[in-house]
Nanobody, 121 residues
Framework: EVQLVESGGGLVQPGGSLRLSCAAS????????MSWVRQARGKGPEWVSA????????YYEDSVKGRFTISRDNAKNTLYLQMNSLKPEDTAVYYC??????????????WGQGTQVTVSS
């Protein structure tokens, strides 16, 4: 059974930090490109960051560049998102997901259940 289980979310003050984890099982994690996607209440999903299967290439949405860092440990089947200098607008449910790109179109595959991140004073 394929599972992606996110953890590490919570309530943090503006300017604070959180580290999200996504534990994978049931598939060959190291063969998949991975991404983080977030969804704020009342809004559509927003892509946040991505990393290729080997971990050598990373990508970020403009609003999180310089504040968030995506990484992975293929030996531990785990994806991470280090979030620093958090802002209230980062408040959302954060999901990890596998993805592929075909003809320039992103296709998401496996999804986790999400972890809530709330940035508030």
């Amino acid at each position: 059974e394929v599972q992606l289980v996110e953890s590490g979310g919570g309530l943090v003050q503006p300017g604070g930090s959180l580290r999200l984890s996504c534990a994978a099982s049931g598939f060959t994690f190291g063969s998949y490109d991975m991404s983080w996607v977030r969804q704020a209440r009342g809004k559509g999903p927003e892509w946040v960051s991505a990393i290729n299967s080997g971990g050598g290439n990373t990508y970020y949405e403009d609003s999180v560049k310089g504040r968030f860092t995506i990484s992975r440990d293929n030996a531990k089947n785990t994806l991470y998102l280090q979030m620093n200098s958090l802002k209230p607008e980062d408040t959302a449910v954060y999901y990890c997901a596998t993805y592929t790109v075909e003809a320039g179109i992103v296709h998401y595959g496996y999804w986790g259940q999400g972890t809530q991140v709330t940035v508030s004073s």
